[in-house]
C-alpha cells in the first residue's frame, strides 16, 4: 500500500528560528546582568615576599626614604631635587646600575610613588624594592 500525498500537504523544510532567537536573548540579558558583579573591588591584604634574597652586587648603591620623608643615598642625606646629579655622580653616569631602594614602613602609597618617579626621571630604571627577609 502507498502513501498519497495530496497536492495541499507539502514538506516543511524552514527552519523555526524563533525559539533560538529567545534562548539568545535570555543568555544576553543573563550575561548583562552577571558582567557589572564580576568587578567588584575586593579588599586584599597582599603578604609579605618569603622570596629568597637575591644576590647583592659588590657596591650596591643604598636609597632609603625615612619616616620623616627624607632621602638618605647611603648614609648621607640628600635634596630630592638633587637627586638625579647625586646619582650621576656617584655612578659616573651609568643609569642601568640598579637601585636598592628601602622606605620606612609608616610611608605611604603616594610618596613612595613620587620617590619612583623621580628615579624614572633621573633615568634610573632598574630599582629594586627592599623587604625584610624571611617576612610571613
Do not use: C, H
Not at 29 to 49: E, G, H, K, R, Y
Request: aromatic share 6%; no cysteine; net charge negative.
Amino acid at each position: 500500500m502507498a502513501l498519497r500525498l495530496d497536492e495541499g500537504d507539502t514538506e516543511l523544510s524552514e527552519i523555526n528560528v524563533t525559539p533560538f532567537i529567545d534562548v539568545i536573548l535570555v543568555l544576553l540579558i543573563v550575561f548583562m546582568v552577571a558582567a557589572p558583579l564580576s568587578t567588584v573591588d575586593v579588599q586584599v591584604n597582599l603578604p609579605a615576599s618569603s622570596a629568597p634574597p637575591a644576590d647583592r652586587p659588590a657596591d650596591p648603591l643604598w636609597l632609603t626614604f625615612t619616616e620623616s620623608r627624607a632621602l638618605l643615598l647611603d648614609e648621607t642625606e640628600i635634596d630630592r631635587n638633587a637627586l638625579a646629579a647625586v646619582l650621576d655622580a656617584r655612578t659616573g653616569g651609568q643609569r642601568d646600575t640598579p637601585v636598592f631602594l628601602r622606605a620606612d614602613r609608616s610611608i605611604d602609597y603616594g610618596a613612595l610613588m613620587g620617590v619612583l618617579d623621580s628615579l624614572r626621571r633621573a633615568g634610573y630604571l632598574k630599582v629594586a624594592l627592599v623587604g625584610l627577609e624571611g617576612a610571613p
